[in-house]
């Protein structure tokens, strides 16, 4: 009866993985790019596809914080139709293979124990696990593959601790080259993974020392950086990528990740926050009795799989989107509920589990479901995937309904479309996507989107092409921003360079066309003074200001703060106008506040825009002083900055 009783329970959980999978490995695979609510986001998630298909040199042509294969996050419907089927395929494999992958996991560790009496044999704890599994899996269906990659890649080398390095070396081996190589494919989706998986394959093999003191293992243990090293640079050479362009590359991934978190951080709902903190703190606490108690392999497990949920904690909370559910958190509490049913199987498998370490797990567990969301969607994905994979009359008839789509989102002025024709165009700040339904001949500018420049060297990088590219003759212009930015000050030596070099054509409401002049006329500023100051003091402009530069320093604290979460205050910036009229405050950028900022005039909307850059300041209000202060405790910057005030050519 107990043979029939363990094979029961065998065929019971197998049918339960298998309906889940089938159930589950369904993504939404045909998003379109119109119409939509967020322009923002579809539009460079459209870019990436079209940065793919015209082979644009990432660090040379453009910077973002997707890679190359970044198009693979999303199932949009490219107007390229073999593009979008590789993103859908792509997203079915790798949800299925992670899936498989977990529900095996979840067997070794629950049906494979010799010790039959154990008490967790039981039908209880039988049913308690697959809910957990079930639960996992669901909640993981809304994990974009680079999370998904990097979470399988890590899970694999965390399991090589509960194996036998002498019986199965061969198998580990394989092991660590099939982890690098996921953490590789993840990288070169978001390029955010590179630190973590650059530092987990780092610490991996002195955690091995740790708990083997064996100096063999040692060394096999970095065979998973290889790994990573060599796929990497193998696919990006692959996809048509230059390795000549890698130096720009590096540089251009570390100027966005160094300057994300201070430049992009919002605050959201506390009570995420909160369940945050406890998740991570009870993670510690583990990590700590595990070391106290000398379980050196399961302090090692623990402590790479806390590397993972700090690098998500990171990834979520940083820009907090302010709702319950959903956005960036999103990422946090879905991963954070697979490692947790992961950590409760090792401790299982360990043998190391009692009713409290299950009972605080549970809580935990279930908790965080408060910012995950469970995503399922039926057959009608696969229907219409296979639709639109076998009907070229359905492929045209979606693409020319999401292109007219387009066009009747953005509404650009005909006389607009005229002048451009077949000249080449860039668009600021964001709608890239715009140019798929007027089929422009779009050149974007090195980093797409112009709040994402927020380093000197990113501002730098596009106000270059601006200068150097002279056929780039036409740009379409809208006067606005994210997080109440004012849109001068986002990348502000851009800006300074389109003044010298573009002037108004076409005076649009929403959208104006900026044409490109003979010559770009140097500016040449010239330095008229410079000031001490502090925050939330009023500082007078000089009345032939034209540009200043603003140096407020990171406190020391900062850095430690900003590795470890966000800022903890943010900063704004106010004007007092010409009619004594008070503005502000806006978001400010201290990143990119000594990269000229323009002061001659304060721009209120697309209209003051088009008469500046028609030199036509007649209607324009002239600023005649500003304050900078701080929303929050401020222990990020000195309270003490310098200004520059510059006087210019311009008129």
Known sequence: MKGISKRLKKKTFLIIATFLLILTTIPDLVKVFAPVVDTQDTSWAWLLGYAFLNNLQWGKEI???????????NTYFYSNHLLWFITAIANIFVRLVFYAFFIYFVYLCVFKEKDSSNSQSSITFYFFYVLISAISIIVSSSIPISMLLCLMATLIIVDTFNCDFIKNNKIILIRYVLSGALFAFSSLIKFNVIPFAILFLLVYPFLMVYSFRDKKIFFQGFVGLISFILVFLLIYLIIGQNLSNLPALLMGIYEIIKGYTPAMFLNGKILQTLVAVITLLYFVYLILISYKKKKKILFSQLFLLFL???????????????????????SFFTVCLIL?????????????????????FLIIFFFNVIGGIIYINGARNIVCLSNLSFSKHKRIELQQSINSAIRNQFKVDPSILQSIGDQPVTIIPWDLMMSQGYNFKFIPQVVPQAYSAYTPYLDEQNAKQILSDVALQKIIYTFEDIDNRYPLFSEPYTFMTIL???????????YSLLTRKKSCHDLNLTSISSIETGLNQWIDLPSNADFMDIYINPTLISHIIDILYKPFSQIYISFKLSN????????????????HLFVKYFIRNQRDLNDLMSKDAYNLLKIKSFTITTKGINLDYDKSYNVIFYNSSFS
């Open 500 to 510: 010298s070099c573009y002037r108004t054509e076409i005076a649009g409401n929403k």
């Open 580 to 595: 004594n009229q008070i503005v502000g405050p806006y978001r400010f950028i201290p990143g990119v506040s000594k990269d």
């Open 63 to 73: 910077i973002f914080t997707f890679g190359p294969l970044g198009f693979l996050e």
């Open 308 to 330: 993972l949920l700090f690098f998500v904690f990171k990834e979520g909370f940083v820009r907090q989107d302010n709702i319950i559910t959903g956005g960036h958190t999103l």
């Open 340 to 360: 947790l049913a992961f950590i409760i199987f090792l401790y299982s498998r360990m043998k190391l589990s009692n009713s409290f370490i299950n009972f605080v």
